[in-house]
C-alpha cells in the first residue's frame, strides 16, 4: 500500500492550501480516510476525517470551519483544503487509510505544512 501526499508547503497567516493523497494497493473505496498532524514538539493529532463514501467528515474543533476534507473515489485521492491557515496549523500533515471491518491501517510519508505570521 502507498500513500502519497502531495501539496505542502508555506504559507503566510490567512492564506490556503490545498493537500492530496493518492492511494494504490487497495480499494480506495473500502477504506475510512484521514488526515493527521504533528505539530513540533507534539504527539500527532488527528486532523479530519471521511468514511469510505465521503458521506460523513469529522473535523477537530480546533479546525472546524477553516479546513474541508474530500474525497474522489474515482481518483483514489483524498484531499484536505485548508483556508485561514494560522501559524499554529504549522506541521507535518499525514494521511491515513483505515480498514472499515478490519485493522487495517496505512500512513503517508507526510507532507510540510508551514504558516507564517
Known amino acids: 500500500v502507498h500513500l502519497i501526499e502531495s501539496g505542502g508547503g508555506v504559507v503566510q497567516a490567512g492564506g490556503s492550501l490545498r493537500l492530496s493523497c493518492v492511494a494504490s494497493?487497495?480499494?480506495?473505496?473500502?477504506?475510512?480516510m484521514g488526515w493527521y498532524r504533528q505539530r513540533p514538539g507534539k504527539e500527532r493529532e488527528w486532523v479530519a476525517k471521511?468514511?469510505?463514501?465521503?458521506?460523513?467528515?469529522f473535523y477537530r474543533d480546533s479546525v472546524k470551519g477553516r479546513f474541508t476534507i474530500s474525497r474522489d473515489n474515482a481518483r483514489d485521492t483524498v484531499f484536505l483544503q485548508m483556508n485561514n491557515l494560522k501559524p499554529e496549523d504549522t506541521a507535518v500533515y499525514y494521511c491515513?487509510?483505515?480498514?472499515?471491518?478490519?485493522?487495517?491501517?496505512?500512513w503517508g510519508q507526510g507532507t510540510q505544512v508551514t504558516v507564517s505570521s
Open positions: 471521511s468514511n469510505f463514501n465521503g458521506s460523513k467528515t
Open positions: 494497493g487497495r480499494t480506495f473505496s473500502s477504506y475510512n
Open positions: 491515513n487509510m483505515e480498514g472499515i471491518v478490519t485493522t487495517e491501517e496505512y
